[in-house]
Structure formats: structure tokens, C-alpha cells
């Protein structure tokens, strides 16, 4: 299970670093917007679908409502994995 | 809790608060119904369309748009129905929810392609580029190019455009001297 996990976040990383045009970025469980100049909510838009697509998921209103933070989205993406 | 549904004719006073609060022009109830009721594929061939999504928020009101209008173009006489993108706005501390929208735009049926004409800058290239949309092989995308073919109508639009009423005046007294002078 830490394997899947370690490979979602190491997915996600990947997308941001994608995203944001920056390899610095690391990713961790309490960042939001504010830990990104670029995050705006275009940039958030561009992410979400990076996300999806990445993850060939569809996000609904009730999970992106969810979404506070990079932790919440590892979560949410933890469980479309384990559902396969 | 937030969210998405097709928008309907009844949303038109919300929309157009939404719109105002960041400065989309505004239309009457009249101009903006008829978007899509004097839509020619529309009104000729009675197919049902989406007008449009709107984010609700927990109490039912729109704080997010996305229109929808249908355009009918002809290739090698096929007639290929396009959906074009219109005032994608929703209000700030629902940006989120934004995605919703431009999902529900890429994801309609029975379209043979969707045209965005507005969307320029870099961010928006790379929405659209997500959905594998593909750019209209132009060199330049922030220079308007017009094909003109009504002058009067369109000097008058321009002119309105740039609020230069007097002028419009002016030139329709100018159309009417050349009028005069021509008969």
C-alpha cells in the first residue's frame, strides 16, 4: 500500500512540476494556492485537468468541493486507485 | 454544497449579475434569448440544444457560467454543427468549480467540433490544448482580422464600438449627401 501511495505522490509531483514549469516543486500534504505564485485559479483549472487526465478520472462538484489542499487531493486519489 | 446544471432561460437575471460584477457586456433579456432562439439551426431545424451550465452554489444561486451557442458550418457539403464557448465567468471563492463548466463544454454530444475564439493567452491555450483542442493555423492570435463585406454596417459598429456617436451622425448625413449625389 505505501508503494501505491508513494507512486501517486510521486504522479502528482510530476503533474505540478508539469503545470507549474518548475522541477523544484515538491509537493506536501499541507500546501495550497499560497505555496504557489502561478497557482491562480486558471492554473487550478489547468491542474485539475492535468489530474484527471493523468489519472483518467472525472472529478464531480462533491470531490473538487473537497479539494483544500494537496493532501486532500492525495486522498481523494488514493481511494480512485484502490477502486481500480 | 456547490454544483453544476444546464442553464436555462430562467437563470438570465442571475447570469447577467454574475456577468456585470466583472464587467461582460451586458444584454437584454431579449438579445440574449435570442442567441438562441434566432439561431438559425436552432429555430430552422428544432434540435435541442444546451444553452449553457451554471455553478449553483448550497443556496441554488448562479455563481458560474458557461454559454454554449450553435454554429452551423459547411465543408465539401457536409454541414458540421459547431459549439461555440461564451463568457466563462464564475465568481472568485468558486473558481474552483470552474473545471465543472468547461468539462460539461468538452464533453457534449452530437457536435462536430467545439470553437473557442476568444481564448488567447497562454493559460487558456493550455486548457484547451488538455482536451486536445487545435489551434487555427494562424500566425497571430491577438490581432482581430474582419472580412468586411456590409462598409456602412460596419464603420457603424466600429464606431459604436468606440463610442464615437457623433461621428455615426456624421457619417450617416455623409451617406445621405452621398445618396444625393449619386441618384
Known amino acids: 500500500m505505501e508503494k501505491v501511495k508513494e507512486n501517486i505522490r ?26 504557489i505564485d502561478e497557482w491562480d485559479s486558471l492554473m487550478h483549472v489547468t ?3 492535468a489530474v484527471e487526465k493523468e ?20 486522498i481523494l486519489l488514493e481511494k480512485y486507485v484502490e477502486k481500480g | 454544497m456547490s454544483d453544476i446544471r444546464e442553464a436555462t432561460f430562467d437563470d438570465y437575471e442571475e447570469i447577467m449579475e454574475l456577468m456585470q460584477r466583472f464587467e461582460i457586456p451586458y444584454k437584454t433579456k431579449k438579445e440574449w434569448k435570442g442567441i438562441w432562439e434566432y439561431n438559425p439551426m436552432i429555430a430552422d431545424d428544432h434540435i435541442s440544444w444546451t444553452i449553457g451550465w451554471v455553478v449553483v452554489n448550497d443556496e ?12 452551423v458550418y459547411e465543408l465539401n457539403g457536409k454541414r458540421l454543427i459547431a459549439a461555440v464557448a461564451h463568457a466563462w465567468v ?9 473545471v465543472l463548466l468547461i468539462n460539461s463544454y468538452f464533453n457534449q454530444r452530437n457536435v462536430d467540433m467545439l470553437l473557442n475564439t476568444t481564448g488567447g493567452n497562454s493559460v487558456t491555450i493550455k486548457i484547451f490544448s488538455a482536451y486536445k483542442a487545435k489551434r487555427a ?10 472580412c468586411v463585406t456590409n462598409y456602412k454596417g460596419f ?29
Request: negative net charge.
Open chain 1, 10 to 35: 510521486n504522479r502528482l509531483n510530476n503533474i505540478f512540476q508539469d503545470v507549474f514549469d518548475d522541477e523544484k516543486i515538491e509537493i506536501f500534504e499541507e500546501m495550497t494556492a499560497e505555496d
Open chain 1, 47 to 49: 491542474l485539475v485537468l
Open chain 1, 55 to 74: 489519472f483518467d478520472i472525472r472529478l464531480n462538484a462533491s470531490e473538487i468541493g473537497k479539494l483544500q489542499n494537496v493532501g486532500t487531493m492525495l
Open chain 2, 60 to 71: 441554488g444561486r448562479v455563481v458560474g457560467y458557461l454559454g454554449n451557442i450553435p454554429l
Open chain 2, 90 to 98: 464564475v465568481d472568485e471563492e468558486f473558481r474552483k468549480y470552474s
Open chain 2, 137 to 146: 493555423p494562424v500566425d497571430q492570435y491577438d490581432v482581430a482580422r474582419f
Open chain 2, 155 to 183: 464603420l457603424t459598429a466600429l464606431l459604436k464600438k468606440k463610442e464615437f456617436l457623433c461621428i455615426i451622425l456624421l457619417s450617416h448625413l455623409y451617406h445621405l449627401q452621398c445618396g444625393v449625389l449619386i441618384n
